[in-house]
């Protein structure tokens, strides 16, 4: 089991460009949670989804950003239009179809806008 | 929802000591509660957890303590070495299909040998 694989580990765009990051769940694990990580900050969470459903988005900036996790393929987190506040770490956790909660972590990707 | 506050933001002690962190949730609903290490750099791991039917959960030198009454929890790392030097986060959850996790802004703990 490769455990939760994200991709890229770093990713550079310039401001007003798009920024998509991929997130591939452990084998079995049917819920995907995507966290924005600020330099010297903790954890927030940003948007928790199921396979082709989003069941909590509170997190998620109103504008620009967006997620889906489609039946086939990884999870994408979707940033359009980037701008210098967006550059952070987004993690990826994912958790197994059960009554637990506990969630392994991806590498995450380290986004810099510019 | 759910705020998660954890205590102190940096924590400093001597190799061989004990370390505590405490954090305080708000959601009375909240029944799962784990704790995360992360070095520098790398992912988030958990390194403990407890759920609500228990009162503490002890793992070699770490032990997490619950009082559901008044909504807190608390890691406890004793013995402590330099290894155990990163930043600790604690969360709380909604145990179920329908659950995210909230995490606390994070204790940095720095173990001098």
């Known amino acids: 089991n490769a455990g939760v694989m994200q991709n890229p580990r770093h990713l550079v765009r310039r401001r007003g460009q798009e920024a998509r990051l991929r997130c591939s769940p452990m084998?079995?694990?049917?819920?995907v949670y995507w966290y924005r990580q600020l330099p010297e900050e903790g954890l927030k969470f940003m948007v928790y989804l199921q396979k082709e459903n989003i069941i909590d988005e509170s997190g998620m900036p109103k504008e620009r950003f967006s997620a889906e996790f489609p039946k086939e393929g990884p999870s994408i987190l979707r940033i359009q239009q980037v701008v210098r506040g967006d550059s952070a770490a987004y993690f990826c956790?994912?958790?197994?179809?059960?009554?637990?909660?506990?969630?392994?972590f991806g590498q995450g990707t380290r986004l810099t806008v510019v | 929802g759910e705020n998660v506050e954890q205590h102190p933001s940096t924590l400093s002690v001597q190799e061989g000591d004990s370390a505590v962190i405490k954090c305080t949730y708000s959601d009375s609903a909240s029944n799962y509660f784990p704790w995360y290490k992360q070095e520098l750099g790398k992912r988030p791991q958990l390194i403990i957890d407890?759920?609500?039917?228990?009162g503490e959960k002890k793992d070699q030198r770490i032990a997490v303590t619950l009082n559901k009454t008044a909504k807190h929890f608390s890691l406890h790392i004793t013995e402590t070495q330099p290894e155990d030097s990163a930043v600790y986060f604690c969360?709380?959850?909604?145990?179920?299909?329908?659950?995210?996790?909230?995490f606390g802004k994070g204790t940095k703990l720095s173990v001098k040998p």
């Open positions: 956790a994912s958790s197994p179809q059960t009554m637990n909660t506990e969630a392994f």
């Open positions: 084998k079995g694990h049917s819920h």
């Open positions: 969360a709380a959850g909604l145990q179920g299909s329908q659950g995210n996790l909230i």
């Open positions: 407890i759920r609500s039917n228990v």
